[in-house]
């Protein structure tokens, strides 16, 4: 199967996760898929928070309609023409994924079969239903991709590792692989800087990206640097509309837990029933919280971000990624800024 087949096979895929993120219903044969193929996965969506409470249906077919947009033909085109791919050197790459927020791992499945080598699938348990339903889908459309595919419970007779998880875990994972080619990913997050300028649309998008997910993805918002005299009420306002978060009780629940313990603390909060707002220097703040911190120098403060950039997957403000766009990355926002193709296509 050479790579115009295989950019062929994802950007079908592509419409057909579009389709799932906009309608529940079978939108006829023009997708490839029966009506019992596409009822398949429908029926997976809607049962997710089953298996996993943070995977709401609205949450799902936004990671289908992110993941569809990105798949489009011609951006796959434009995204692989900066790499050298050889149909001659595949290699088996064992990927471990992530579980934090629907199909997390997909960009490192894309990334390995569009590189032309096989996959070895790791999945998480709260992240094990999804991606195997899509690739049933991928080989529907495509039976050549059966012997490229493979998920297992242990992995074996691999030649490179892509690992995703928490910093400690990540530690484990630098041993263990140590032999191989590797990429090994660790905790990040977001940050936000505002400077007052911000209209109300993009404020409601910066919501967005605090809020999407339930604020459990490496690329929401869990920090805001603000002006010294900015007025919060703006920024409350903004966040406003996201209320209904509380409706999950997992959410609900880590709201009330860090409310009890930061007020037996006795910590200065601003608080509106739904998000809890602390001043605070770090930038990893726990679910349902948003840190903020005030600044003097915006310059100053970009300097003083570069001791954190380990720690930061991107920075949502007017001159970096838009906002209400930090959940829709493009194909080349790599995770924690290491370019998997390149890695991928450099394996020998």
């Given at each position: 199967?050479?790579?115009?087949?295989?950019?062929?096979?994802?950007?079908?895929?592509?419409?057909?996760?579009?389709?799932?993120?906009?309608?529940?219903?079978?939108?006829?044969?023009?997708?490839?898929?029966?009506?019992?193929?596409?009822d398949?996965?429908?029926?997976?969506?809607?049962?997710?928070?089953?298996?996993?409470?943070?995977?709401?249906?609205?949450?799902?077919?936004?990671?289908?309609?992110?993941?569809?947009?990105?798949?489009?033909?011609?951006?796959?085109?434009?995204?692989?023409?900066?790499?050298?791919?050889?149909?001659?050197?595949?290699?088996?790459?064992?990927?471990?994924?992530?579980?934090?927020?629907?199909?997390?791992?997909?960009?490192?499945?894309?990334c390995?079969?569009m590189?032309?080598?096989?996959?070895?699938?790791?999945?998480?348990?709260?992240?094990?239903?999804?991606?195997?339903?899509?690739?049933?889908?991928?080989?529907?459309?495509?039976?050549?991709?059966?012997?490229?595919?493979?998920?297992?419970?242990?992995?074996?007779?691999?030649?490179?590792?892509?690992?995703?998880?928490?910093?400690?875990?990540?530690?484990y994972?630098?041993?263990?692989?140590?032999?191989?080619?590797?990429?090994?990913?660790?905790?990040?997050?977001?940050?936000?800087?505002?400077?007052?300028?911000?209209?109300?649309?993009?404020?409601?998008?910066?919501?967005?990206?605090?809020?999407?997910?339930?604020g459990?993805?490496?690329?929401?918002?869990?920090k805001?640097?603000?002006?010294?005299n900015?007025?919060?009420?703006t920024?409350?306002?903004?966040?406003?509309?996201?209320?209904?978060?509380?409706?999950?009780?997992?959410?609900?629940?880590?709201?009330?837990?860090?409310?009890?313990?930061?007020?037996?603390?006795?910590?200065?909060?601003?608080?509106?029933?739904?998000?809890?707002?602390?001043?605070?220097?770090a930038?990893?703040?726990?679910?349902?919280?948003l840190?903020?911190?005030?600044?003097?120098d915006?310059?100053?403060?970009?300097a003083?971000?570069?001791?954190?950039?380990?720690?930061?997957?991107?920075?949502?403000?007017?001159?970096?990624?838009?906002?209400?766009?930090?959940?829709?990355?493009?194909?080349?926002?790599?995770?924690?800024?290491?370019?998997?193709?390149?890695?991928?296509?450099?394996?020998?």
């Amino acid at each position: 199967m050479n790579l115009d087949q295989r950019v062929k096979v994802f950007s079908q895929l592509g419409k057909i996760l579009s389709s799932y993120a906009v309608s529940q219903d079978w939108p006829g044969y023009k997708l490839g898929l029966s009506q019992n193929e596409y009822d398949k996965l429908n029926k997976i969506i809607k049962k997710a928070k089953q298996h996993n409470g943070w995977f709401d249906e609205t949450n799902v077919r936004h990671a289908f309609g992110s993941l569809g947009e990105m798949l489009r033909e011609d951006k796959l085109i434009q995204w692989l023409s900066n790499y050298s791919i050889s149909s001659t050197k595949s290699k088996t790459v064992a990927v471990i994924m992530a579980g934090n927020i629907p199909l997390v791992g997909f960009h490192d499945f894309l990334c390995v079969l569009m590189a032309g080598h096989k996959i070895q699938i790791k999945l998480s348990s709260e992240d094990n239903l999804l991606l195997p339903a899509i690739i049933d889908i991928i080989k529907q459309l495509s039976p050549d991709f059966e012997s490229y595919i493979q998920i297992v419970n242990k992995l074996e007779n691999f030649d490179a590792v892509i690992a995703t998880g928490s910093n400690n875990s990540a530690m484990y994972f630098e041993s263990y692989f140590s032999k191989y080619p590797h990429i090994i990913r660790k905790n990040r997050t977001s940050i936000s800087i505002l400077n007052g300028n911000e209209t109300e649309e993009q404020l409601k998008g910066l919501a967005k990206d605090i809020f999407q997910f339930y604020g459990l993805g490496c690329r929401n918002v869990t920090k805001v640097y603000i002006p010294e005299n900015y007025d919060l009420d703006t920024l409350f306002g903004a966040l406003y509309h996201w209320k209904h978060v509380t409706e999950n009780n997992k959410y609900a629940n880590n709201y009330d837990y860090n409310k009890a313990v930061y007020l037996m603390n006795r910590e200065e909060l601003i608080e509106n029933g739904f998000l809890l707002l602390k001043e605070e220097t770090a930038i990893h703040s726990p679910l349902a919280v948003l840190f903020y911190e005030r600044y003097k120098d915006e310059d100053n403060l970009r300097a003083s971000l570069e001791n954190k950039k380990e720690e930061i997957q991107c920075i949502v403000s007017l001159k970096d990624v838009p906002f209400g766009k930090a959940q829709h990355p493009a194909l080349h926002d790599y995770a924690d800024g290491i370019d998997t193709m390149e890695f991928l296509t450099t394996l020998k």
